[in-house]
């Protein structure tokens, strides 16, 4: 019994033994494993002269170039209407007309008032000339003359003012009758024949149609503040209209407001834009008022630059270097929010590769289309730089590490 009480206390010592020595080698596997320099898989191109064209894209929409919103001056019934919305007119065409009733007999009120004025003014102005030679022989006294010039200047003033009021009552009769400024279309028509509409003398007065100068159109587009200071007057756009997204029509930027416009002011969603307006130059299409449309507006365009894809700059902020014995005071100063002395802004650079090892490189940017941008400074032609993953660029990739270069994925291409 006991010597199997020995044996059994061996092969427990041997088992414990074992794991113990298999668990110490898996100890070292995972700490030699984690001192294993990673490598990150890349996609590179490499560094090449091309002529980029530097593009601000923004959305508006198609409107005429002229147009003219109609209201008519007086207020009253629309008792004709001749035009229909899409109907073309010419300079001098009738638009429409406003019922003249009360305009007719405000005007033959003021032609009586002007009779009668008239009349009183004949009256006096004889009497006055009458006194008025008198008194310089003085042959009346001088009570005399200012009453019958006081009543002359009052036929005189009644007079006048009567005749001003016809003049006014007339001219709001002809405006009763309303005629087309220019030649063009009815883009709008916004009122019925019988609707009553306000006039504009008194009041806001109403929309009642809009003529458009539709062979002349314009592309108006909102463009952010810190891209508008890019874009110049005589700048080429490529215009896609949402109705033919097939077709480009080419225009010119002819105007660039100087006063913003601001959507959700005071909130984090406020949004600053100017209106650019663009000149279409090539009436290949059949457009209408109103219609969405996507500019891509070219502002600058550089011939035999150097350039890389536009997703291989990236940020880095540089590393806090601290002198010896300041570590302490480092960290206490990061403690109180105060930033170390050898701290700098943070720099753009691309990733370049060279026997299997990315270096970060400084560069200074130009212009950029949508896929590549111009490099003035930092690197040379033909140099290998990392130009994807995403994730590796901005995120995984450091000065010195180690890379694996695979070739990228066509587009459209299957995964292995």
Same mark, same amino acid.
């Given at each position: ?286 457009? &209408?008022?109103?219609? @969405? ?5 070219? *502002? =600058?365009?550089?011939?035999?630059? /150097?350039? #890389? ?55 200074? &940017?130009?212009?950029? @289309? ?5 490099? *003035? =400074?930092?690197?040379?032609?033909? /140099?290998? #730089? ?31």
């Amino acid at each position: 019994m006991a010597n199997n009480g020995k044996k059994s206390r061996k092969k427990k010592i041997i088992i414990f033994s074992i794991l113990g020595a298999v668990l110490i080698v898996l100890a070292l596997v995972v700490f030699m494993g984690s001192k294993k320099e990673p490598i990150v898989t890349v996609q590179t191109e490499k560094v090449a002269a091309r002529t980029i064209t530097q593009v601000v894209t923004a959305t508006g929409k198609i409107q005429p170039e002229v147009q003219v919103k109609i209201s008519p001056e007086v207020s009253g019934e629309i008792v004709e209407l001749p035009v229909k919305e899409g109907q073309k007119v010419k300079k001098g065409d009738l638009l429409m007309k406003i019922k003249p009733d009360v305009y007719v007999a405000q005007r033959n009120q003021f032609a009586a008032g002007l009779l009668q004025a008239k009349a009183g003014l004949s009256r006096t102005e004889p009497e006055f000339r009458r006194i008025e030679t008198l008194q310089k022989k003085g042959l009346v006294s001088e009570s005399e003359y200012d009453q019958a010039r006081a009543a002359y200047e009052s036929s005189k003033a009644s007079f006048e003012q009567a005749q001003a009021s016809l003049q006014q009552s007339e001219e709001n009769l002809r405006k009763t009758t309303v005629f087309s400024p220019m030649e063009g279309t009815v883009s709008q028509l916004n009122s019925e024949l019988g609707e009553r509409v306000l006039g504009t003398q008194q009041f806001q007065g109403t929309d009642v149609m809009t003529i458009a100068d539709l062979s002349r159109m314009e592309a108006r587009v909102d463009v952010s503040e810190n891209d508008v200071i890019l874009v110049s007057v005589g700048d080429t756009a490529r215009i896609t209209v949402d109705a033919f997204p097939d077709k480009k029509v080419n225009a010119i930027v002819y105007e660039i407001a100087n006063t913003a416009k601001s959507k959700g002011l005071g909130t984090q969603e406020e949004v600053t834009n100017f209106e650019v307006r663009m000149r279409i130059v090539d009436m290949g299409l059949t457009l &209408r008022p109103g219609m @969405s449309m996507t500019a891509d507006i070219e *502002t =600058e365009t550089k011939q035999n630059v /150097l350039t #890389v894809p536009i997703q291989s700059v990236t940020t880095r902020a540089p590393k806090m270097e601290m002198k010896e014995g300041e570590g302490q005071q480092g960290s206490a100063m990061a403690v109180a929010g105060n930033k170390p002395r050898t701290e700098n802004k943070a720099k753009e650079i691309v990733f370049a590769v060279d026997n299997g090892v990315a270096k970060a490189i400084p560069v200074k &940017r130009g212009i950029s @289309s949508d896929q590549y941008v111009e490099i *003035t =400074e930092g690197v040379g032609d033909s /140099l290998q #730089v990392v130009s994807g993953s995403y994730k590796a660029i901005n995120r995984e990739l450091e000065d010195g590490m180690k890379v694996r270069i695979e070739e990228a994925k066509k587009p459209g291409a299957k995964p292995m």
